[in-house]
């Protein structure tokens, strides 16, 4: 039997807002644990929840970047469960007016650029932490409240997706759109970015969906994509050998590379939801939701495209350029300094990536748009070859100095005395006579060698293609 999964993902986006959602503490990372709670988000009796318009205004930019319907009507609710890091034994969500509904991510497949519908975005206010310790003899759990009531914004996939590949897709292009637009930094490793899965499998070209899986405790995009090989695997020959798929919500150990039971259907939660009683419904107009769609900066799909269009660029070298929005602006910077589109594109992807840990903190980074544009107005005018310049590069990451006075300093201008050079060819050709010979019977690699010989004699310094076009000629 051929099978096709069904795939749909449920994406906890943590809003980088100041203070949690309803109530003034920091949502500061790593701070002493309970150092950042009050009687509002421990739930405590006779307090008040206060919606941060901050992390509104961040699910909304959110939801219009994602192609989504803003609800000028919207409203929280209360959906009920006990667990110990759940200090009210609900948490406030929203169930059946989403702040945000339909809209899409485009992902790139084999067959082209394919639609990955979006039900919904809600927001909803995150739990605590339990820390569980293993250590013999005090196997006890310890409780940190400071991630309560952190705004999270969550983003369901309808089930569009067909691979553990386009899954993949679908989170980068989501991650990435988020940092575009400054509302989270995603970072799964600190829980500001967090999926689980939705899976199941149906024979090929049938309509009616299998039975669903959910995958949790997923940390990184190489875990979800190979839990959801994995998941494929276990599924495909539970029903090859005749069995029957399960309801159920699994773990993913990562360690072992394997799912686990976690609860099925039955254990499933009936959260009981209900309107939250002390928060009032959201009401926002077309005007408010104009002036955050304003705010939107250029999104990564449309500027990838307008950097082929603009700049010449190949849709690679657009795609990894507009993969982190420090980067792409670091380019055009580049490029509004004087710089050739290509030439900024190519020094960029392999001396300037190279060199930063992640492309998102270009903006850091000690050689200023201007210094490496300055740098290869250098290589242009022929004052230094390509290869002094790579040096000039390392200078100038260690010392911050303008490229032309480090050329300067260290005399590395290039040399284009048509004499000068005659005389540096002249000693090598006289001092390899073997290679010369070599040339002159057809073997190519000899040329590569007198070349190399003659840039050594002149430190680098010799414009290479007069080099080139002399000694073709002094050869020949």
């Keep these: 039997m051929e099978f096709e999964p069904v795939i749909g993902l449920e994406v906890h986006v943590q809003l980088n807002t ?37 992390a509104l205004r961040k699910a909304i930019m959110a939801g219009l970047a994602l192609n989504a319907t803003v609800s000028e009507y919207s409203k929280f609710d209360r959906k009920n469960y006990f667990y110990p890091d759940l200090p009210k034994a609900y948490q406030i969500s929203q169930f059946d007016r989403p702040i945000c509904s339909g809209g899409y991510i485009q992902v790139a497949t084999r067959d082209g650029t394919k639609k990955i519908g979006i039900t919904r975005l809600h927001l909803e206010e995150d739990a605590g932490k339990s820390i569980h310790s293993d250590e013999a003899g005090n196997r006890v759990s310890y409780l940190n409240f400071n991630r309560t009531g952190v705004p999270l914004a969550e983003i369901v996939s309808e089930p569009d997706i067909r691979s553990a590949d386009e899954a993949y897709e679908y989170l980068q292009n989501l991650r990435t759109i988020m940092k575009y637009l400054a509302v989270s930094d995603c970072n799964m490793e600190e829980g ?30 190489k875990a979800v994509k190979t839990a959801i090989e994995y998941e494929i695997h276990r599924q495909a020959d539970i029903l090859e050998d005749g069995g029957a798929i399960v309801q159920e919500t699994r773990l993913w150990d990562a360690d072992r590379g394997l799912s686990f039971s976690m609860r099925s259907k039955e254990e499933a939660h009936d959260y009981r939801y209900f309107p939250e009683p002390d928060l009032p419904p959201i009401k926002v107009g077309a005007e408010y939701i104009a002036k955050i769609r304003e705010s939107i900066p250029e999104l990564p799909d449309p500027r990838r495209e307008r950097f082929i269009a603009e700049y010449g660029l190949s849709a690679y070298d657009a795609g990894v350029l507009t993969s982190a929005r420090p980067l792409a602006d670091y380019f055009e910077s580049v490029v509004k300094h004087g710089a050739a589109a290509k030439k900024a594109s190519n020094w960029i992807q392999s001396e300037l990536l190279a060199r930063v840990d992640n492309p998102e903190n270009v903006g850091s980074f000690i050689v200023k748009p201007e210094m490496l544009a300055a740098l290869l107005a250098l290589i242009d005018n022929n004052t230094i070859s390509g290869k002094i310049a790579k040096t000039v590069f390392e200078e100038m990451i260690q010392t911050g100095a303008d490229p032309a006075l480090i050329v300067k300093e260290k005399g590395l201008t290039q040399v284009t005395d ?59």
Excluded: W, Y
Aim: aromatic share 4%.
């Design 18 to 54: 100041r203070t949690k959602i309803f109530c003034g503490c920091s949502t500061t990372f790593k701070a002493d644990p309970n150092s950042q709670t009050c009687p509002v988000c421990l739930g405590l009796p006779g307090v008040l929840p206060v919606l941060n318009e901050e």
């Design 192 to 221: 500001s970015l967090r999926c689980d899965v939705n899976i199941s499998l149906r024979e090929k070209g049938a309509q009616k969906f299998g039975e669903k899986v959910e995958v949790k405790n997923l940390n990184s995009f």
């Design 418 to 476: 048509t004499g000068e050079i005659e005389a540096i060819i002249d000693r090598v050709i006289s001092e390899n006579p073997d290679s010369v010979s070599d040339f002159k019977n057809g073997k190519e690699r000899a040329l590569k060698f007198l070349m190399g010989q003659a840039m050594k004699e002149s430190k680098g310094k010799a414009n290479p293609q007069i080099v080139n076009e002399l000694l073709l000629k002094k050869l020949k």
